[in-house]
């Protein structure tokens, strides 16, 4: 994925009341990203932006 492509999605409350919000990503992003449901994402703002990236998991496997 390049540098300057840019994503849009809206979040939904959880209504659960945790202040939690549910991104749901397009399908297209998911397969360019090599993303599966389940995996996790961190967060930064980064110049005003919300940048979620595939956290990797560092642990070895068992």
Do not use: Y
Not at 17 to 32: F, H, M, Q, T, Y
Not at 56 to 61: A, G, Q, V
Request: glycine residues 8%; aromatic residues 2%; negative net charge.
């Amino acid at each position: 994925m390049s540098e300057n492509e840019h994503w849009t999605v809206k979040c939904q409350d959880t209504a659960d009341g945790s202040g939690d919000v549910i991104v749901d990503l397009p399908p297209e992003l998911l397969a360019k990203l090599g993303l599966s449901l389940g995996d996790e994402l961190t967060i930064e703002i980064i110049d005003g932006a919300i940048v979620l990236k595939p956290k990797r998991n560092t642990s070895p496997s068992p």
